[in-house]
């Protein structure tokens, strides 16, 4: 969303939930560590601030958390099903909402290995599977190898690693994609919170993850061969 859109949506809000038609508003995002949204009258002028996590929000989060910050303002009773709507939202998109700080990995993480290329098969995977939308996190092989975490994606640091167990010339090209593809899931379908619980493998992720080309064959092959790498 851009400034000119909160801007327009910010001044409808306003003058519907107070019923003045010639109320000044000013409306922006802003740099902020966390969604902390700022809301004053100052002089005549209601200033609204909205945390920059939000911008690429849909507009009915927009719309509900400004309606919640102007009733606030005015002392108003807030539905709580604006809250309702504007938390879900947030608890469900928390990896994408906070600011991700700089992390700075170990030097050892290589993401091109003695028989696979770790950021080729992203690329491909990416413009099959994702349409391209897919930011590229740091990726890389394991320091060790690992027989019980296959591979991993850490949102704090931006991080994909697989096991270096599957950079072997005798693992299929299609195994070492699918590890891949399914910790690519984990960035495009965020955790979700049911009943106060996290889901990280949510209904949605685990019918994408079989829509993986040979999937069946990927398991057997791993639950087969993993203590032979």
Known sequence: MTEADLQ?????LVQELTGKKKVQVSACFYKSKALNHKIKLDRGTIHIRIAEGLQHAPETIIRALIKILVLKLHR?????SLYKVYRDYVDNHSQLLSPKKVYQPSKSYQAEGKVFNLNALFDQLNEEF????LQKPLLGWSLRKSYHR???YSAKKNLLVVSRIFDAKKVPQEVVKFLLYHEML????PVVKVNGRRRIHPPAFKQREKQFPQYE???KWIEKNINRL
């Open 186 to 189: 984990h960035i495009a379908i």
């Open 150 to 152: 296959l591979a991993f």
């Open 217 to 219: 064959a990927v398991q």
């Open 8 to 12: 327009k949506i910010s001044t409808e």
């Open 76 to 80: 108003y009773k807030v539905d709580r």
């Open 130 to 133: 994702f349409q391209n939308k």
